[in-house]
């Protein structure tokens, strides 16, 4: 839809768009100035302008952004117009609190189905989805639509979950485990690593302490 390559930088803000107008229209927010939503979002209003630009703007002169059509606009962007088929592969501590947050479902992510290889959990319910061995996991992939996989297995287990589901036919990645994935190209991985958020903060916070100093 949108042929021009869009740089890593914009595509990262523009969650934060979604969710901030997603806020305002629960608010019954119509239209919002730039000057506005960049002192709402601290971020400076050339910023927003360009960003959207990216997309060919959404803005009128004298009237801002028209809240409603901008928030679907970047959700189309960013591709939630769409439903995303998503499993779970390991259903510890972090699978559990995934499958348990239902809030994906609103922007088009749902939870199909988990797997783990732990007897204790398998056929297990959570929120109303068993838990499948492992072993049915090549069946159900090559017999449903599965979008997204996340991987939420130890460390170690997660380079040979991630091949087989590629080798499957798995297109999309959400790895949670602290390891990097060597996947062929036509795979898109998104790594979510918590800890090195963490990190970022301590050094942050390790920063003011030499300022302050
Ligand atoms: P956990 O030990 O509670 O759960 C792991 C689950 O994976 C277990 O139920 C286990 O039976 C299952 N499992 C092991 N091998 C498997 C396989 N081959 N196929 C399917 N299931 C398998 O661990 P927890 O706390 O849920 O963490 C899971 C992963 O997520 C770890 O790699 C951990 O380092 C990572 N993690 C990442 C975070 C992040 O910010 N990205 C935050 C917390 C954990």
Redesign the pocket.
């Known amino acids: 839809m949108y042929k021009k390559e869009i740089s890593k930088a914009v595509i990262n803000r523009l969650p934060r768009y979604y969710r901030y107008l997603g806020d305002l229209l629960e608010k019954d927010v119509v239209r919002i100035s730039s000057k506005e939503l960049s002192e709402k979002m601290r971020v400076t209003a050339s910023q927003i302008r360009q960003d959207l630009n990216n997309f060919g703007g959404f803005g009128q002169q004298g009237y801002g952004y028209n809240v409603e059509y901008l928030h679907s606009e970047i959700g189309k962007i960013l591709g939630l117009d769409t439903k995303y088929n998503v499993i779970i ?7 559990q609190a995934l499958a348990n947050y239902t809030d994906f479902e609103r922007r088009g992510f749902y939870v199909r189905s988990i ?4 007897p204790a ?1 398998i056929g297990t319910e959570i929120r109303g989805i068993t838990v499948r061995a ?1 072993e049915e996991l090549e069946e159900y992939i090559r017999n449903n639509k599965v979008d997204i996989a996340a991987i ?4 170690t ?2 380079p ?2 991630a091949n087989e589901l590629v080798k499957w036919g798995v297109k999309g990645i959400w790895n ?3 390891t990097d994935l060597n996947l062929p190209k036509d795979v898109t991985v998104e790594n ?4 090195d958020s963490l990190m970022k903060l301590s050094y942050r916070l390790s920063g003011k302490r030499e300022e302050m100093k």
């Open positions: 592969i390991g259903a510890g501590n972090l699978g797997f783990d290889i732990s959990l492992n939420t297995v130890p460390k287990k997660a040979g979950v949670f485990a602290p979510v690593h918590l800890a």
